[in-house]
């Protein structure tokens, strides 16, 4: 692959990565502003200002990591990690709409769940591919553990 190609396919990730971070976050910031101020916090729930920079950082390590596997030479393994990625990629999207647009919160809980499998799966997935992509996933698994609980916690206070 030459140069230009390696640049223009981590454009494509990062464009992917961002256009479901802003599609989501959109449906997001009306809710957070709204129903989400409605309900009862747990007490270790950060600031709401918190979560743009934090998820934006994400999606950027998302979109390289997508980026350093796609790079590796083709390979049935190759394959299932991106079609992983993608899946958890459409998890993350789901759990935004259940969670804030569709007010779904034990519903949420357990695609949380699922999401948080599917990003581990790709952790493991990744680490022969690339090592990188591999670790760039991780602040991504530790965040969605934290979500994990927080989102526990939202739906044990407020059922």
């Known amino acids: 692959m030459n140069s230009l190609s390696r ?4 454009a494509f990730c990062l464009i992917l990565c961002f256009t479901v971070a802003g599609i989501s976050g959109s449906s997001t910031a009306q809710e957070v502003t709204g129903w989400y101020r409605t309900l009862v ?5 950060p ?9 934006s950082l994400l999606y950027l390590f998302m979109a390289i990591a997508i980026w350093r ?8 393994a190759r394959n299932w990690a991106i079609a992983l990625f993608l899946t958890q990629l459409a998890l993350n999207f789901a759990w935004s709409w259940l969670f804030f647009s569709q007010h779904r919160i ?10 948080w ?3 581990l799966a790709c952790v493991v997935l990744f680490r022969p591919l ?8 991780t602040p991504y698994l530790a965040w969605v ?6 989102n526990w916690g939202f739906w044990h206070l407020n059922r």
């Open 41 to 45: 916090r747990p007490s270790f729930a």
């Open 130 to 137: 690339s090592p990188l992509a591999s670790w760039l996933m």
């Open 69 to 76: 596997v796609s790079l590796a030479p083709p390979s049935p």
């Open 145 to 150: 553990s934290f979500a994990s609980l927080l």
């Open 106 to 115: 034990g519903f949420a809980l357990v695609e949380v769940l699922l999401l």
């Open 7 to 10: 640049w223009l396919l981590l």
């Open 117 to 119: 499998a599917s990003i």
């Open 47 to 55: 600031p709401n200002w918190i979560f743009a920079p934090v998820w």
